[in-house]
C-alpha cells in the first residue's frame, strides 16, 4: 500500500516530535519540511535528504503531499490551515487551534465546503490513564456524577518569561490557552459540551499574559466542575493535569500517572493502577506513547477515509470555553457560551 506523504511545517521541538514518528509509522512518510528559519532550513537540508522550503504555500504547491503537520506559534495556524483546506490537504495542526474562537469558526466554515479531515494535538485523550478514565465514566462505574475538581500545573515560570508564547498577538494569552485548553478538552471529552463560565485570570510575570487561571465551568447536563490552571506554582518539573470526580458510589483521580477508584464504603479497599501497567506499547516512543497513538489514528483515519474524533469542531468547542474565561475574567460575571 502506498504510503500517506506528510510535509511538515515549523521545525521546533514539536515538528521534529512528529517528523520522527511519521517516519517510524509503516503507513507514513514524511517528504518536505517548511520552517521561515533559514538555518533550520539550511540544516534539514543538509541532513535529512527531504525537500525543504521556506516558503510552505510553495511546499504544498510543488509536493505531492496528503497530509500536512502545522507545528508553528499559534497565530499562524488559522491562515496554514485555510491554505491546506482550501488545497484539499488534509491537516494535523498542534493545540490550541488559534487565537480566537472567530477566527476558528471561518476555519470551519471553510472545512464545511472541502472534504478534507483535520485533527488537533490534545495529545491526552491517548494516554493511558485518561483513557482508561473515559471507559469507566461510560460504563457508570462511579454511579451519578455530583462533583468534579481539575487543575493543570507546572512549573514553567518563575521569573520574568520571553519568547512568543509570553507575546499575546502570537500565543493568543498565557496558561489558559495553553496548558489550560489540554484540560478544558479532556473535561468536554468526559463530560459533554461547556454551557456557561465564570472565570478568573491572573498575571505575576508578564503583564501581556496569565499566568494562572481558575473557573466554574457549568455543564448542559448540570453538572459543574472547578478548574484551575497555572504555570507558576513551584515543584511541578513536568506538566501534571488532574481530575477528580466524585460519584454517587465511588470517586476516581486521574492524572498522567495514574488512577485511583475510592468506594466509599470501604475506603481502606481503594485501588491505584498506574500507567505501566496499562501499556500496550506503540511502534516507537518518542516523548510519550501518547504522540505516537495521536498520529497513528490520523494517518488511520486518513487511510480509511474517516473524520478524527479530535477534529477542528470539536477543538471549536475547547476554544469557545477559553474565549469565554477570557470574557468572564473581564467582566467579572457569567459568560454564557453559544453552540
Known amino acids: 500500500m502506498e504510503k500517506i506523504r506528510v510535509g511538515i511545517i515549523g521545525m521546533g521541538k514539536m515538528g521534529l516530535l512528529h517528523s520522527a514518528i511519521l517516519n517510524s509509522l509503516d503507513q507514513s512518510k514524511v517528504v518536505a519540511f517548511a520552517d521561515t528559519e533559514k538555518m533550520v532550513t539550511n540544516l534539514l537540508g543538509d541532513v535529512s535528504g527531504t525537500s525543504v522550503y521556506n516558503d510552505y504555500k510553495k511546499m504544498i504547491e510543488n509536493e505531492k503531499i496528503d497530509v500536512v503537520y502545522i507545528t508553528t506559534p499559534v497565530k499562524s495556524h488559522i491562515p ?11 491537516f494535523f495542526v498542534e493545540k490550541p487551534l488559534g487565537i480566537t474562537v472567530d477566527e476558528c469558526k ?25 483513557s482508561k478514565v473515559k471507559q469507566l465514566l461510560e460504563e457508570n462505574v462511579l454511579g451519578e456524577i455530583k462533583d468534579v475538581k481539575s487543575s493543570v500545573f507546572q512549573s514553567q515560570l518563575l521569573s520574568k518569561p520571553s519568547g512568543w508564547r509570553f507575546n499575546k498577538k502570537i500565543s493568543g494569552g498565557g496558561v489558559l490557552i495553553d496548558l489550560g485548553s489540554h484540560l478544558i478538552d479532556l473535561l468536554s471529552w ?16 508578564n503583564h501581556e499574559v496569565e499566568d494562572t487561571a481558575q473557573a466554574t465551568l457549568k455543564f448542559e447536563n448540570g453538572l459543574n466542575c472547578k478548574f484551575d490552571a497555572s504555570w507558576d506554582v513551584k515543584n511541578y518539573r513536568l506538566q501534571e493535569t488532574t481530575i477528580e470526580i466524585k460519584g454517587s458510589q465511588k470517586m476516581i483521580t486521574v492524572n498522567e500517572d495514574f488512577f485511583k477508584i475510592t468506594d466509599y464504603k470501604t475506603p481502606e479497599n481503594s485501588t491505584i493502577t498506574y500507567r505501566q501497567e496499562m501499556y500496550t506499547g506503540v511502534p516507537i516512543d518518542i516523548g510519550g506513547p501518547e504522540y505516537t497513538r495521536e498520529d497513528n489514528d490520523f494517518i488511520n483515519c486518513i487511510m480509511k477515509n474517516k473524520q478524527p474524533m479530535l477534529n477542528v469542531f470539536s477543538a471549536l468547542q475547547t476554544q469557545n470555553v477559553i474565549d469565554s ?15
Do not use: P
Request: glycine content about 4%; some cysteine.
Open 80 to 90: 496554514i490551515a485555510t491554505f491546506c483546506a482550501q488545497n484539499n490537504i488534509h
Open 106 to 130: 471561518m476555519l470551519c466554515d471553510v472545512i464545511n465546503k472541502n472534504k478534507v479531515f483535520s485533527m488537533v494535538g490534545y495529545y491526552l485523550r491517548y494516554a493511558e490513564t485518561f
Open 190 to 205: 468526559y463530560f459533554g459540551e461547556i454551557k456557561s463560565v465564570q472565570g478568573k485570570t491572573e498575571s505575576h510575570y
Open 325 to 339: 474565561i477570557y470574557k468572564s475574567s473581564l467582566s467579572n460575571d457569567i459568560v454564557e457560551i453559544e453552540n
